[in-house]
């Protein structure tokens, strides 16, 4: 592993900061749909293109600031954990609308950025604007993945959790290829998180095993949920 530039925080389960960020988020999230729900195609589309626009900023400002700061390395600053790439990914699916992105993105990206705001670990330099970034940016990807589901009307296709799986460990394997060579931990598969989580079991690369044994249950839950149910 490489040195550690950046600090890593965590905001501990069940404390006041923890429910004030978990509580705003859920309202967040509830007004931006229910208020898109209600509004024509021609706003909708404004909207998907703002939020477009704001994470290709999100990424680039992020960028400059690393290495504005002289913190930035590729082992650990670039957006490719699993939520970073989900959040990247459902931007583009607001630009575009692209089927398999939006299966990635309800059956892998609702689920880790759900336990990402359950057990919250910010990455990068904390103050109180990290703070909110943090619990935004995690919102966005379930307001990305629920806006296509819920205002859109799409669906899941038939067997589309095999895909779903499939891309998911591709995704691990060129990250773990890619951690090797910079000393980077991307999507925790060289180190496992520092924050306290039932789904972390073992040493490595044990605690692996149950992340992709955690990630299939949590694609087959939301292909059930997602594909057979529904929401008003």
């Known amino acids: 592993m490489i040195n550690l530039l950046i600090t890593h925080t965590i905001i501990p389960p069940l404390s006041l900061s923890w429910w004030i960020g978990n509580l705003l988020s859920i309202v967040f999230i509830?007004?931006?749909?229910?208020?898109?729900?209600k509004q024509t195609e021609a706003i909708q589309r404004?909207?998907?293109?703002?939020?477009?626009?704001?994470?290709?900023?999100?990424?680039?400002?992020?960028?400059?600031?690393?290495?504005?700061?002289?913190?930035?390395?590729?082992?650990?600053?670039?957006?490719?954990?699993?939520?970073?790439?989900?959040?990247i990914l459902g931007g583009f699916l607001m630009f575009k609308f692209n089927q398999l992105l939006f299966e990635f993105i309800i059956m892998l990206g609702l689920g880790g950025a759900l336990q990402s705001l359950l057990t919250p670990e910010i990455a990068m330099i904390y103050n109180p604007l990290t703070h909110v970034d943090y619990y935004l940016s995690h919102a966005l990807i379930m307001i990305f993945g629920l806006y296509f589901f819920y205002?859109?009307?799409?669906?899941?296709?038939?067997?589309?959790?095999?895909?779903?799986?499939?891309?998911?460990?591709?995704?691990?394997?060129?990250?773990?290829?890619?951690?090797?060579?910079?000393?980077?931990?991307?999507?925790?598969?060289?180190?496992?998180?520092?924050?306290?989580?039932?789904?972390?079991?073992?040493?490595?690369?044990?605690?692996?095993?149950?992340?992709?044994?955690?990630?299939?249950g949590n694609i087959l839950l939301s292909y059930w949920l997602f594909r057979w149910k529904r929401w008003g």
């Open 30 to 37: 509830t007004i931006i749909l229910k208020y898109l729900k």
């Open 151 to 216: 205002v859109k009307g799409k669906r899941l296709r038939k067997n589309s959790w095999i895909y779903t799986f499939l891309l998911g460990l591709i995704l691990m394997s060129i990250l773990g290829v890619f951690n090797y060579f910079t000393g980077g931990n991307y999507m925790f598969l060289s180190e496992k998180p520092i924050v306290e989580n039932p789904l972390v079991i073992g040493d490595w690369p044990f605690y692996i095993l149950a992340f992709i044994a955690a990630g299939l």
């Open 46 to 87: 404004k909207w998907e293109i703002g939020f477009f626009v704001y994470i290709v900023l999100h990424v680039l400002v992020w960028q400059i600031y690393y290495i504005y700061t002289n913190t930035w390395n590729a082992g650990e600053t670039l957006p490719l954990q699993l939520c970073d790439i989900s959040r």
